[in-house]
């Protein structure tokens, strides 16, 4: 896997790979019903779990409703308290703008906290461009940058490796990235953990630059919200000179008193912690404490595209717990890569075809990317109806219709490739609406039955490859009704 | 009572045996069974594929097939699940999309009278003892759409657990989905078997004589992947269990 998510093969394929590498199925499998068990103990203590999702949800909602008059208010905060905000369109702007602002300081090295946004826009590879390297600080993170890989899990990007992975990827790569491995490491979590602390320490002390995402916004005070696990995030916000924070729009709330209910569905929804270890706040700049500038820079990147579609929209509510991914069953076989996006798992099917658009044959898969079971949806704490999300974006990618593309209404045609399924469909559903002919159709099939083959072509080879076919029966239900019953029940309507 | 069966077209045209069972469960219950002729699929394999427009003449088919009853009853949680959750959808989007309340007022009609089979049994006719005996040991796997969408609870255990001669095995990562999620097993074919594969080890590791849900559709995933394993467990139909008597094991 190399470090870049252009050109992924669409979602069954890769999936298909990843279904077949044992490996990874028993790392995925593992974590995921450990971090999955221990949440459902998180969530289980507190009473009134269904009134704080109820309550997130409905934040979230008002706050999105709102979006441009709690954008204007967090930006006046923000340049009230000492700092400078910049308003990015898309991925290539918000590069742009960082690569300037950290050329402007003159350094070629900067550290960061973990930051969904900057993997969103290719942060480090643009920087990588511009002669400027991005250290990685989260012990994730850094495993999976030290792996030239790319992160498969929104809360633990190298899920996808185990511990004598990470000890080989540390005694291989630290070296050529500052201090190296100590000598003899073991994988053992503590000497890993040691490693990486060393590793890092180095370039907390040097670095003059950070970068950052951010878990929340508050409109009124300007004040940023990173909540994390390692203190790592900690040193990136408090110890460079200049702090450059990357944050999609949709992560505002209006009060600090919204955070009362986030900072408690976030962690136990997340690492099933009551509170998370670490949570830090910045507001502006103040004199003699933490970055000597900060700058804001404020993500659309399809965002304000997704806040137009009235059922897709929801999406935007996701505080990027991972709860979906852990219970999700695809996920847990197929791995986070397969979705081609930093945002793998259920909460990834729906939202990177509306921050992309679905005209891409990835995008057009993901929306398929599940069974519709429904678990995604039962635990997601601000209640993000993902299913019908999912049902929704699969009606856009076989019939089209109408989307908003930077900010303009435009209509879609319907996706190419399904043209055999549209017509199957609509010959299923004709069928099905004219009993007459589905009579005759079941009785010719029980006629043919020793005929059937018991491997399909097509489509239905997939079926066959691995499950029995059903035998037809001899008699169908209402055959067999009208023989023993006799009277058929016409007259109830219906027949045309 | 008179209810109407919606027998659903998969039960129709593979599982006859299932819609059967239903028949000869309610009226040894004392309730008289219609079977609207005029009846077809609920449309959801087009609906969940994404061919919403194609699933509207289905919705008002059942209306019209169903609107005399005072119960409409089917051995399927997810053709119930559709019904009950996804014919309002189809309606409030046809209103939307400026074509009148034709469908949404179907909607209103279908939902509240449409029972999945085990939720008809304890909360309309109040029984958990439906007089069934089956001298084997099953296994229950709760399937998402009833376990989610309908809620069906305990439900199905309760009525199990009244089954003379029935020995339920417990199993593990009932809750976990199949695999199936209809044309998701041919669009995402390899990740679709390897949850079907992990169901039916778990399966396999209860010991039991026969696997046991309240939608067919489910069971022909489960069942088809067993059957290429060679495995005697048998896939059945709650209502199959239920049916069965002292006098007649099916």
């Given at each position: 896997?190399?470090?870049?998510?252009?050109?992924?093969?669409?979602?069954?394929?890769?999936?298909?790979?990843?279904?077949?590498?044992?490996?990874?199925?028993?790392?995925?499998?593992?974590?995921?019903?450990?971090?999955?068990?221990?949440?459902?103990?998180?969530?289980?203590?507190?009473?009134?779990?269904?009134?704080?999702?109820?309550?997130?949800?409905?934040?979230?909602?008002?706050?999105?409703?709102?979006?441009?008059?709690?954008?204007?208010?967090?930006?006046?905060?923000?340049?009230?308290?000492?700092?400078?905000?910049?308003?990015?369109?898309?991925?290539?702007?918000?590069?742009?703008?960082?690569?300037?602002?950290?050329?402007?300081?003159?350094?070629?090295?900067?550290?960061?906290v973990k930051?969904?946004?900057?993997?969103?826009?290719?942060?480090?590879?643009?920087?990588?461009?511009?002669?400027?390297?991005?250290?990685?600080?989260?012990?994730?993170?850094?495993?999976?940058?030290?792996?030239?890989?790319?992160?498969?899990?929104?809360l633990?990007?190298?899920?996808?490796?185990?511990?004598?992975?990470?000890?080989?990827?540390?005694?291989?790569?630290?070296?050529?990235?500052?201090?190296?491995?100590?000598?003899?490491?073991?994988?053992?979590?503590?000497?890993?953990?040691?490693?990486?602390?060393?590793?890092?320490?180095?370039?907390?002390?040097?670095?003059?630059?950070?970068?950052?995402?951010a878990n929340f916004?508050?409109?009124?005070?300007?004040?940023?919200v990173v909540v994390e696990s390692?203190?790592?995030g900690r040193?990136?916000?408090?110890?460079?000179?200049?702090?450059?924070?990357?944050?999609?729009?949709?992560?505002?709330?209006?009060?600090?008193?919204?955070l009362?209910?986030f900072l408690?569905l976030l962690p136990?929804?997340s690492t099933?912690e009551?509170m998370n270890p670490y949570t830090s706040t910045?507001?502006?700049?103040?004199?003699?404490?933490?970055?000597?500038?900060?700058?804001?820079?404020?993500?659309?990147?399809?965002?304000?595209?997704?806040?137009?579609?009235?059922?897709?929209?929801?999406?935007?509510?996701?505080i990027r717990c991972?709860?979906?991914?852990?219970?999700?069953?695809?996920?847990?076989?197929?791995?986070?890569?397969?979705?081609?996006?930093?945002?793998?798992?259920?909460?990834?099917?729906?939202?990177?075809?509306?921050?992309?658009?679905?005209?891409?044959?990835?995008?057009?898969?993901?929306?398929?990317?599940?069974?519709?079971?429904?678990?995604?949806?039962?635990?997601?704490?601000?209640?993000?109806?993902?299913?019908?999300?999912?049902?929704?974006?699969?009606?856009?990618?076989?019939?089209?219709?109408?989307?908003?593309?930077?900010?303009?209404?435009?209509?879609?045609?319907?996706?190419?490739?399904?043209?055999?399924?549209?017509?199957?469909?609509?010959?299923?559903?004709?069928?099905?609406?004219?009993?007459?002919?589905?009579?005759?159709?079941?009785?010719?099939?029980?006629?043919?039955?020793?005929?059937?083959?018991?491997?399909?072509?097509?489509?239905?080879?997939?079926?066959?490859?691995?499950?029995?076919?059903?035998?037809?029966?001899?008699?169908?239900?209402?055959?067999?009704?009208?023989?023993?019953?006799?009277?058929?029940?016409?007259?109830?309507?219906?027949?045309? | 009572?008179?209810?109407?069966?919606?027998?659903?077209?998969?039960?129709?045209?593979?599982?006859?045996?299932?819609?059967?069972?239903?028949?000869?469960?309610?009226?040894?219950?004392?309730?008289?069974?219609?079977?609207?002729?005029?009846?077809?699929?609920?449309?959801?394999?087009?609906?969940?594929?994404?061919?919403?427009?194609?699933?509207?003449?289905?919705?008002?088919?059942?209306?019209?097939?169903?609107?005399?009853?005072?119960?409409?009853?089917?051995?399927?949680?997810?053709?119930?699940?559709?019904?009950?959750?996804?014919?309002?959808?189809?309606?409030?989007?046809?209103?939307?999309?400026?074509?009148?309340?034709?469908?949404?007022?179907?909607?209103?009609?279908?939902?509240?009278?449409?029972?999945?089979?085990?939720?008809?049994?304890?909360?309309?006719?109040?029984?958990?003892?439906?007089?069934?005996?089956?001298?084997?040991?099953?296994?229950?796997?709760?399937?998402?759409?009833?376990?989610?969408?309908?809620?069906?609870?305990?439900?199905?255990?309760?009525?199990?657990?009244?089954?003379?001669?029935?020995?339920?095995?417990?199993?593990?990562?009932?809750?976990?989905?199949?695999?199936?999620?209809?044309?998701?097993?041919?669009?995402?074919?390899?990740?679709?078997?390897?949850?079907?594969?992990?169901?039916?080890?778990?399966?396999?590791?209860?010991?039991?004589?026969?696997?046991?849900?309240?939608?067919?559709?489910?069971?022909?995933?489960?069942?088809?992947?067993?059957?290429?394993?060679?495995?005697?467990?048998?896939?059945?139909?709650?209502?199959?269990?239920?049916?069965?008597?002292?006098?007649?094991?099916?």
């Amino acid at each position: 896997m190399s470090g870049t998510y252009l050109g992924m093969p669409d979602f069954p394929r890769a999936a298909a790979a990843a279904t077949r590498d044992t490996r990874l199925r028993a790392n995925l499998t593992h974590a995921t019903h450990t971090i999955r068990d221990k949440r459902a103990k998180a969530v289980a203590e507190l009473d009134d779990w269904a009134q704080l999702r109820a309550a997130g949800a409905a934040v979230k909602d008002r706050t999105l409703r709102h979006l441009d008059h709690y954008l204007e208010q967090l930006e006046a905060a923000v340049v009230a308290a000492g700092g400078q905000v910049h308003w990015a369109v898309d991925a290539d702007e918000a590069n742009r703008i960082v690569t300037r602002l950290v050329r402007e300081t003159g350094e070629r090295e900067v550290v960061k906290v973990k930051s969904m946004a900057t993997q969103e826009i290719g942060l480090n590879e643009a920087l990588a461009e511009a002669g400027i390297r991005a250290y990685e600080t989260d012990l994730a993170e850094l495993i999976v940058q030290l792996g030239d890989d790319l992160p498969s899990h929104l809360l633990v990007p190298a899920i996808h490796r185990n511990r004598s992975e990470i000890r080989d990827i540390f005694r291989r790569e630290m070296g050529s990235w500052g201090r190296p491995a100590p000598e003899g490491l073991s994988d053992s979590p503590a000497e890993l953990a040691e490693a990486a602390r060393l590793h890092l320490r180095e370039k907390f002390l040097s670095a003059k630059v950070g970068i950052s995402g951010a878990n929340f916004m508050v409109a009124e005070t300007g004040t940023l919200v990173v909540v994390e696990s390692e203190g790592n995030g900690r040193m990136c916000l408090t110890l460079p000179e200049t702090l450059i924070s990357v944050v999609g729009i949709e992560k505002v709330v209006p009060r600090w008193q919204d955070l009362e209910v986030f900072l408690q569905l976030l962690p136990r929804s997340s690492t099933a912690e009551r509170m998370n270890p670490y949570t830090s706040t910045w507001t502006g700049t103040t004199d003699g404490d933490g970055p000597r500038t900060f700058h804001l820079v404020l993500l659309d990147n399809g965002r304000t595209d997704t806040l137009a579609d009235t059922v897709g929209r929801q999406a935007l509510r996701c505080i990027r717990c991972s709860a979906c991914l852990n219970v999700c069953p695809v996920y847990e076989r197929a791995g986070g890569h397969a979705y081609g996006s930093p945002y793998p798992g259920p909460i990834g099917a729906i939202l990177t075809p509306q921050l992309r658009g679905i005209e891409g044959a990835l995008e057009a898969s993901l929306p398929y990317a599940s069974s519709l079971c429904g678990a995604c949806y039962e635990v997601c704490p601000v209640a993000i109806d993902i299913p019908e999300v999912l049902l929704h974006l699969r009606e856009r990618v076989v019939e089209g219709g109408p989307v908003t593309r930077r900010g303009a209404r435009t209509v879609l045609q319907p996706a190419k490739g399904h043209a055999a399924e549209r017509a199957a469909m609509r010959a299923a559903a004709w069928a099905f609406d004219h009993p007459g002919v589905l009579r005759a159709g079941a009785r010719l099939a029980a006629r043919t039955r020793r005929l059937h083959p018991r491997r399909l072509p097509g489509p239905g080879r997939a079926w066959s490859a691995t499950r029995e076919l059903p035998a037809v029966p001899a008699e169908s239900f209402r055959d067999w009704w009208q023989r023993t019953r006799g009277t058929s029940s016409e007259r109830q309507g219906g027949a045309k | 009572m008179r209810v109407a069966l919606f027998v659903t077209c998969i039960n129709d045209l593979l599982h006859p045996r299932t819609g059967q069972a239903v028949v000869a469960l309610l009226e040894r219950l004392g309730v008289e069974v219609d079977f609207p002729d005029g009846q077809s699929c609920c449309g959801q394999p087009q609906f969940n594929t994404g061919y919403r427009h194609a699933t509207e003449p289905l919705v008002r088919r059942f209306d019209h097939a169903f609107r005399d009853y005072e119960y409409v009853v089917t051995p399927s949680g997810s053709c119930a699940a559709m019904v009950r959750d996804n014919y309002p959808r189809i309606g409030a989007k046809a209103a939307a999309e400026g074509r009148g309340r034709e469908l949404a007022d179907a909607a209103a009609l279908a939902v509240p009278k449409t029972y999945e089979l085990t939720e008809f049994l304890v909360d309309v006719l109040k029984v958990t003892d439906v007089g069934a005996y089956y001298p084997h040991t099953v296994t229950y796997h709760p399937t998402c759409h009833g376990l989610r969408m309908l809620g069906l609870g305990d439900r199905p255990r309760r009525l199990l657990e009244q089954v003379k001669g029935l020995e339920l095995r417990e199993l593990p990562g009932a809750e976990e989905c199949c695999g199936f999620g209809g044309t998701f097993a041919v669009k995402n074919a390899a990740v679709s078997a390897a949850m079907g594969a992990d169901k039916v080890r778990n399966v396999l590791g209860t010991g039991a004589e026969a696997v046991c849900t309240v939608d067919n559709s489910c069971l022909l995933h489960i069942g088809g992947t067993l059957a290429r394993q060679g495995s005697p467990v048998r896939p059945v139909h709650i209502a199959e269990i239920l049916a069965s008597t002292e006098g007649g094991v099916r």
